[in-house]
């Protein structure tokens, strides 16, 4: 696995490393040493898969906040997404920032985001599919989110025309 830290501390991408024959190839997606050598020391606590029907689907901006904060590795197994990791670590130097990332089936990269980060995506593709593994098990008392638009971010979407849950189009501005 090759990981690429990006501007966001602690958000890395991490592409596959191909061992090739004339049968295909194999890659390692997750190796519990591998990830400890870049200072991520987690658990997988729950794995989620997020089908989405229509290109311009969007999910998010999602989180947890303490005492369930949670950590994630996501990739596509089908199709494409643009995926949104947004830092809302008050003590970070990249506080409020974002970052994009195009995820898909053909490029097989994942994305690791820590604890305290908000995640969303919009599917560039019909048929999409989204599988996440999680540090932290699901809880509906310290789920949140924050408005896909939310002027606070200015979060730039690729597709105008978006598929979006009446929750994720409801949260308040943030503050």
Not at 106 to 135: C, W
Not at 151 to 165: G, L, N, T, Y
Request: hydrophobic share 35%; charged share 30%; net charge negative.
């Amino acid at each position: 696995m090759i990981f690429h830290e990006t501007t966001l501390k602690g958000v890395f991408l991490i592409e596959v490393e191909r061992n090739e024959d004339d049968r295909g190839f194999f890659a390692r997606t997750f190796c519990q040493k591998e990830f400890e050598s870049h200072g991520i020391n987690w658990k997988v606590s729950q794995c989620n898969i997020s089908y989405n029907r229509k290109k311009g689907t969007l999910r998010g901006m999602h989180f947890q906040i303490k005492p369930h904060e949670e950590a994630k590795l996501v990739r596509v197994t089908k199709g494409i997404v643009y995926d949104v990791i947004l830092d809302l670590r008050p003590d970070s130097p990249t506080f409020k920032n974002w970052i994009t990332i195009e995820l898909s089936s053909d490029n097989r990269k994942s994305v690791y985001i820590p604890e305290g980060l908000a995640h969303g995506f919009q599917t560039l593709q019909d048929d999409t599919e989204v599988f996440y593994q999680m540090s932290e098990l699901y809880h509906a008392e310290s789920a949140r989110g924050l408005r896909w638009n939310d002027p606070a971010f200015s979060i730039k979407w690729p597709i105008e025309e978006k598929i979006i849950s009446t929750k994720d189009s409801q949260y308040p501005d943030f503050e």
